[in-house]
């Protein structure tokens, strides 16, 4: 059985509701732990086998350690029979790698640059700004409801996830605000906040008095 490390309300959120959507939470073993926050709380816990102490890492069946959102959400996919992407073959299946290697590459170190507030040509000459991340999204969007049209899939999911966790960082567009709700409704009543709420109980409980 993979073992997910994961942490409640962080990256690793959008793991657990991956697994939910496909109904696979029972066949992954779900380790919660303890992660170093940007303020600074928290802590890296030694159960965590992550060697920065990030959260999501996965440990596959066969001992294989897989780290990076994107590439855990597509390990997982395949393993599961790629319910919520495109087969290798399918016309699909370029944008939606593209999407997904488009999350890590430019979408979120635009957001934590952002947030950072910083600015400098070598940082916007790399990764864009979100103004040129907003124009992408609006041209991915066009005309269709999700990143690759008609169906949701696990690139919507990832994409979309810094908008929900941090609306201000929300672009004042509104194919993208429709789009971000529309990936909102998908995942309502999957029960992602009350295993969170547990997996925080339970943190907080082990916690040293």
């Given at each position: 059985?993979?073992?997910?490390?994961h942490s409640p309300h962080s990256r690793s959120s959008r793991v657990i509701t991956q697994l939910l959507l496909m109904g696979?939470?029972?066949?992954v073993e779900v380790i919660c732990v303890g992660v170093v926050k940007n303020d600074g709380s928290g802590r890296k816990d030694p159960r965590n086998a992550h060697p920065e102490?990030?959260?999501p890492y996965l440990v596959t069946d066969d001992g294989q350690h897989v780290r990076e959102s994107a590439a855990i959400m597509m390990y997982l996919e395949e393993q599961f029979g790629q319910p919520l992407s495109p087969k290798p073959g399918d016309a699909q299946r370029g944008p939606y790698l593209s999407w997904m290697s488009y999350y890590g590459s430019v979408?979120?170190?635009v957001l934590v640059a952002g947030f950072a507030g910083l600015y400098h040509p070598a940082l916007t000459g790399t990764f864009r700004t979100m103004a040129e991340v907003s124009a992408q999204l609006e041209r991915g969007l066009a005309g269709k409801p999700f990143l690759l049209g008609e169906?949701?899939?696990v690139a919507?999911?990832?994409?979309?996830s810094p908008f929900q966790w941090?609306?201000?960082?929300l672009p004042d567009s509104p194919e993208i605000k429709a789009w971000v709700g529309r990936v909102a409704a998908k995942l309502e009543g999957l029960g992602l906040e009350q295993f969170d709420a547990k997996a925080?109980?339970?943190?907080?409980a082990a916690e040293p008095a």
């Amino acid at each position: 059985m993979p073992i997910l490390y994961h942490s409640p309300h962080s990256r690793s959120s959008r793991v657990i509701t991956q697994l939910l959507l496909m109904g696979k939470l029972e066949e992954v073993e779900v380790i919660c732990v303890g992660v170093v926050k940007n303020d600074g709380s928290g802590r890296k816990d030694p159960r965590n086998a992550h060697p920065e102490g990030k959260v999501p890492y996965l440990v596959t069946d066969d001992g294989q350690h897989v780290r990076e959102s994107a590439a855990i959400m597509m390990y997982l996919e395949e393993q599961f029979g790629q319910p919520l992407s495109p087969k290798p073959g399918d016309a699909q299946r370029g944008p939606y790698l593209s999407w997904m290697s488009y999350y890590g590459s430019v979408l979120e170190p635009v957001l934590v640059a952002g947030f950072a507030g910083l600015y400098h040509p070598a940082l916007t000459g790399t990764f864009r700004t979100m103004a040129e991340v907003s124009a992408q999204l609006e041209r991915g969007l066009a005309g269709k409801p999700f990143l690759l049209g008609e169906t949701f899939s696990v690139a919507d999911l990832l994409m979309a996830s810094p908008f929900q966790w941090a609306p201000d960082f929300l672009p004042d567009s509104p194919e993208i605000k429709a789009w971000v709700g529309r990936v909102a409704a998908k995942l309502e009543g999957l029960g992602l906040e009350q295993f969170d709420a547990k997996a925080q109980a339970s943190l907080a409980a082990a916690e040293p008095a």
